[in-house]
């Protein structure tokens, strides 16, 4: 790919010529209007105008992604490929969404369109990217190699700060090496960011000093005041925390941007929103294209749910979306560490771990199946920790449970290997 | 409805029970997860248990807003209502985002999901707002009263800054109220804004001491980085600019809140990437709730597009989102200038002051319309406002046309006044 370009793959969908409005984004997105202009001269053209250069014809389809009650199909699909001179949009985010993104949407004639993918020219490195990543959230953690094993307070909300506090100790005894605050929690009335601090920081610290382990401890600082949200950055730092749960999409661009430039905590990303622009096949956004931005943007450990997740997402997505974190952008740093969650309990770990390339190179993150193991938390990190070591060594899940009873208990509650907490 | 609640109306679709599902969100939104837990006491579900306050069926669809491959229909819908404690949210954006509308859309089971509306109680209007809003963007502009034209630069990029500055001298000339750089025009490499300014605002000064008239140009000062947001800000306010161009989707909450507190300037809103939240009937989001947050950020002027607009958007569509912005949340001071726009050239203006209420409170921005006038850009300007001058006092425009030879010939060029210029 030129050193000079910008490069965006749209699925394209529509009862006319896929081909001709992906040329007509391309015009419209650099240089054109819908009336011929005096202005736009071949100088002009040779400086910004964007042009196709790949078509891939798809399959059609026989219902519309977006109705289209006075058409008719066959609704037409293809992978169109659309060179942006970089000197055209240069390597600020608000503009390539502006111009890259934002603007495809609004075509007429469309009744489909999906952002496939972005490919970015070396001029983009210079964003942050991540802080910590990969290296640094195990260092942070002091868990060198293997597994990490992560949970969340439960119940999402409604718990005073020393409720939260003995959630917590509860957490740290049970093992875990990573605790969040859940991401609807931020700083409410009865229970703001400040008192949860002050409640939950004396029990980590106590923790430590007693085993040795310090557990990292992920809060809810975000606000969609840039701030409010340093401030609360600065609560956590100020009381020896490390780390942050930043809801990416709600705070938005500016808002990353600006902690990032700022931040000396590791910043655990949650996506929620992402699903609205990705659940219909034929509209929205890939993940791979959005990750890379907010990657850019500083993420150091990135949620992507798991397999039989209790949400929407198919497993086979999850598995999409593990890879492309793993997938340089420019360079190993620029890597999250990726954040295996929602509905998981331990049963899930071989099928992960056989589809996500046999890595041991994530956060296991188990709500519900820690909190809710019949034998409590502490068997339930266990039983995670064994269905883990008997994946790694191939050991099926039945015959590491008989000697287990932690792994034997979830798998009888929470169901089989192949089954769903949902 | 109570000061304590934040009420949210969801168009909820499934093959199963809207009902059923709207408490699901109600629960997995506030105090839920996916197995019981002893922490889920009374106790925090009286502080932060969301409920469903009202459900109202629609009629069921036929085919799934989201593709169905194993399941059938019918799809019942209904708009439920959920009443979010304030003490669980607080008055935080983000908070209000992450627990009332974005998880939302990760629930199992759906097969479309739409937030049609958020009603926000009183302790929301700690928000600062529009600065200038109708009545400061009148006086910035010195139009008391009337019609407000406006104009864009065109082509989109790649004009060099003196190139931008002779397309403002003619639009000067030509007698607007308003220019703006597109959207898609920021701070690229062949027209850094510091230079496009240096370039342009003498244009601006020598109009003003030659006519008095101060022409407001709004500057493209979008970045994902707020710290480059405010520099380009005060690029502008030190050059004597006094508004921009605002991409709020591509610079995020947190980069608008970070601007708003410390703006001087009229900030005039563009919303694309908007599309891809509302373009779908069964999904997203409608115009009421997102307009409603960005104006509690503080956008002065609203793009909504406008009638036979260029883009996908249906007329009423237009005329909703018109009546939303004239809508006061908590004052009249909170509504923004609306700014009807999109293959704007005067045709429309009949049918535009017709269904919005018979104001001219209102900018009316033509791009194409005013460049791409046969007579040249002041005839463009003209036959605007001779096209509203009409509108106003029920003149049909082939009468008007007769005396007005600039009206004349935008109706040649552009089509009837039921014509469109796409």
């Given at each position: 790919m030129p050193r000079d370009e910008i490069r965006v793959t749209y699925r394209i969908e529509t009862s006319g010529d896929p081909e001709a409005l992906a040329g007509k984004i391309a015009s419209d997105q650099s240089t054109g209007t819908f009336t011929e202009l005096p202005g736009e001269t071949a100088a002009v053209r040779a400086r910004c105008a964007a042009r196709v250069v790949g078509i891939e014809p798809l399959e059609p389809l026989n219902v519309p992604s977006i109705p289209d009650p006075t058409g008719h199909g066959p609704y037409r699909r293809a992978d169109a490929t659309v060179a942006f001179p970089l000197e055209a949009v240069g390597t600020d985010i608000a503009a390539l969404l502006t111009i890259c993104v934002n603007g495809a949407y609004s075509v007429r004639g469309l009744t489909g369109l999906r952002v496939m993918d972005i490919d970015l020219p070396p001029a983009w490195a210079c964003h942050p990217g991540p802080q910590f990543g990969i290296d640094g959230s195990r260092r942070l953690m002091g868990v060198a190699e293997g597994l990490i094993i992560a949970s969340i307070i439960k119940p999402s909300l409604g718990l005073l700060p020393e409720e939260t506090a003995e959630a917590v100790r509860v957490l740290c005894e049970a093992g875990v090496d990573f605790i969040k605050d859940?991401?609807?929690?931020?700083?409410?009335?009865?229970?703001?960011l400040a008192e949860r601090i002050a409640a939950v920081m004396p029990v980590i610290h106590e923790h430590e000093q007693r085993t040795g382990k310090r557990v990292m401890y992920a809060w809810g600082i975000s606000s969609a005041d840039p701030d409010t949200l340093m401030r609360n950055h600065d609560l956590v730092l100020d009381a020896g925390g490390n780390a942050a749960v930043v809801n990416i999409n709600s705070i938005g661009h500016g808002g990353m941007s600006f902690l990032r430039r700022r931040s000396a905590l590791c910043l655990h990303a949650h996506r929620n929103g992402w699903d609205l622009l990705t659940r219909h096949p034929g509209l929205g956004m890939e993940f791979r294209p959005y990750q890379k931005i907010w990657r850019l943007l500083g993420v150091d450990q990135f949620q992507i749910n798991g397999i039989r997740a209790k949400y929407w997402e198919p497993d086979e997505s999850f598995v999409r979306s593990f890879r492309d974190c793993m997938t340089p952008i420019f360079s190993p740093a620029d890597r999250p560490l990726p954040v295996v969650c929602s509905g998981q309990w331990g049963g899930q770990a071989w099928d992960t771990y056989a589809r996500t390339g046999r890595t041991l190179d994530l956060m296991y993150l188990g709500g519900g199946g820690i909190h809710g193991h019949p034998m409590g938390p502490a068997a339930g990190v266990a039983a995670i920790r064994q269905a883990w070591q008997a994946a790694a060594q191939d050991i099926p899940a039945e015959v590491m449970a008989k000697e287990h009873p932690e792994l034997a208990a979830s798998l009888r509650k929470f169901g089989g290997p192949g089954g769903s907490p949902s």
């Open positions: 859940d991401e609807k929690l931020m700083s409410p009335g009865y229970s703001p």
